[in-house]
Nanobody
């Protein structure tokens, strides 16, 4: 199983960014996918989830209404569209899949929100 995130960078407050996570080595189309983030000095926290066919999503309270998760089964990719970004959204963002009784993580992508 391999997960590869991309799309991070530096963005000003109020801006937008889209992260991508491409998976391989597992049945992507039938797997729910999660996004997490970890800010400096803080524990990793759950950001949101999309179910296997993309028909259902849910989000952590701090990002609800600003972040949107979607997926493309053809590209084996899940996206995290982030808008109205705030400095407190600064973190390394990770995608995650729970597959065959264990968690798998990507390497993470850095998002920095700063003037």
């Amino acid at each position: 199983v391999q997960l590869v995130e991309s799309g991070g960078g530096l963005v000003q407050p109020g801006g937008s960014l889209r992260l991508s996570c491409t998976g391989s080595g597992f049945t992507f189309y039938s797997s729910g996918m999660r996004w997490y983030r970890q800010a400096p000095g803080k524990e990793r926290e759950w950001v949101g989830f999309i179910n296997n066919y993309g028909g259902s999503t849910n989000y952590a309270a701090p990002v609800k209404g600003r972040f949107t998760i979607s997926r493309d089964a053809v590209k084996n990719t899940v996206y995290l569209q982030m808008s109205s970004l705030k400095p407190e959204d600064t973190a390394v963002y990770y995608c995650n899949v729970y597959y065959r009784d264990r968690d798998y993580w990507g390497q993470g992508t850095q998002v920095t929100v700063s003037p």
